[in-house]
């Protein structure tokens, strides 16, 4: 069981950034694929970002390609989602998976096993 716990949300005007981190419990950490997703009220869990295994590949989902950056560092069993140019419709909350597809190649919901419990981020106009 990888327990994922997220922090780093918060309030910001837009064109603002904010610095997301996601602390895991398990020391296998290192084998898992790492994604971002968001989830605003009404709509459905929307994919991110995801970081490989070993950190040498990521995907995007369009909308935050060049705004976002998604990083990770096994040995600290984190992974991070820097965030620039912030836009209201980045307003979600955010939460952090682990997947067992470790080359990050998917971003489908149903292939993170484990996920936390999010964290507010509120992008003003």
């Known amino acids: 069981q990888v327990q994922l716990v997220e922090s780093g949300g918060g309030l910001v005007q837009a064109g603002g950034s904010l610095k997301l981190s996601c602390a895991a419990s398990?020391?296998?950490?290192?084998?898992?694929?790492m994604g971002w997703f968001r989830q605003a009220p009404g709509k459905e869990r929307e994919f991110v970002a995801i970081?490989?295994?070993?950190?040498?590949?990521?995907s995007y989902t369009d909308s935050v390609k060049g705004r976002f950056t998604i990083s990770r560092d096994n040995a600290k069993k984190t992974v991070w989602l820097q965030m620039n140019s912030l836009k209201p419709e980045d307003t979600a909350v955010y939460l952090c998976?682990?997947?067992?597809?470790?080359?990050?190649?998917?971003?489908?919901?149903?292939?993170?096993?484990?996920w936390g419990q999010g964290t507010q981020v509120t992008v003003s106009s």
């Open positions: 398990e020391r296998t950490f290192g084998t898992y694929a």
């Open positions: 998976a682990a997947s067992r597809f470790m080359s990050g190649t998917t971003s489908r919901v149903s292939d993170f096993k484990y």
């Open positions: 970081i490989s295994w070993n950190g040498d590949r990521t």
